[in-house]
């Protein structure tokens, strides 16, 4: 198939499209299974071939030149790109509403590659201080080496995030919902605090993913998730990915090229495979989360549900005006557990897997004191909102009735 054929296809698939309400847009469920594919693919398999070639081979020299001097979209080598790699990303960008997506080789990469690519020194940034602990230690420890500043404000006060914006101010950084604690940001308000300065605005909508969460619509710059998790499903890959507009994207993809922060064409294949059941999934990871938390909110040994889903949670109303649902991730505290005992409950699940990660189709648990901060000292734990009591765990797409019985067994032990 000429490639140009081919490119216009693909292309007709990357223009803005949300998953939402209007008639003559497609569901995010058709989107999951189509966006970004070629129609008739080579040797006509349904499947996208997995192309496992480091390097795309030019028939004469002018075929070279040609591809440099107009700017052909074929291969040249893998750490530019592979031709998995591109049908994953116009599938993410189709599901996010976004012009362009670029694919990383985790969540972590993208962050940093995203951030590399937009900051100099001198330049600051100002980040909600509730956030997933890699990305905190990555500003704290590593951007600062390079000369850029890290503010943190408290979690969605809006003011005070405004208030820190000065003449060298490039970047608003939040989650939404944040992890663990599942802090609702209103993003129209984050938008318009980056808008009314001229500042871009990035959010890690990882834990809400594009079923639950779409920040382009709501005027956010660059949206990114750990694709580990929702977006790939079934704990068996890593990934990352930045979306946004695409002329905004032109420096983050050239850093990518020479990061090699990429994935393997077999990662992309399982990605892809992966997405085809996203909408399924997130569908059941939302029915399991708000039960689980309900079932949670009611139990006598638990003191608090941190969970968006429940009117109760302080960002309820903001989340339910912007989320279709509230995804898989449920955070409570035992009531009147010191560290052990919590882990206790933790070990006496049967179901729930003890890991760390979230958004594959098994259900993991976990003490955040244990898993990600344990060798922090008690102060720092405080200022991160880490109780010795709390245990976080992701529903993963097994039956809501069969998770409860299982925690219901744990918490009684
Ligand atoms: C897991 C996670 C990351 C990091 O992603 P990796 O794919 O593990 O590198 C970043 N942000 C959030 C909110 C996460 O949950």
Redesign the pocket.
Known sequence: MPVTQQERRLSSHAKPQTPSSSTDQRGVSTISVHAGEARQKPVDSITDPVVMASTFTFENTQSIIDFIEQDQKRGEYGRYGTPGEQVVEKKLAALEGAEEGILFS??????VGLLNAKLNSGDEIIFFDE??H??REYCRKHLSRFGVVTREVKTGDYDAMEAAINSNTRMLVS?SP??PHLSVIDLQKFADVGKRNNVDTVI?A??ATPFNLQPIQAGVDYV??????YLGGHNDL???VVLGKKEKLADVRNLRGIMGAINSPHNCYLLERGLKTFSLRMQQHNRNGQAVAEFLDGHPRVEKVYYPGLPSHPGHETAAAQMRGFGGLVTFEVKDADWRATADIVDAANIFRIAP???GVESLIEQPLVMSYFTCTPEERKSFGISDNMIRIACGIEDSQDLIADLDQALGQ
């Open positions: 985790s969540g972590m990469a993208a962050f956030c997933y890699r990305s989650e944040t992890n890690d990882t834990l990114m998730h750990s694709a580990t998790k890593l990934a990352g990660s979230l958004g």
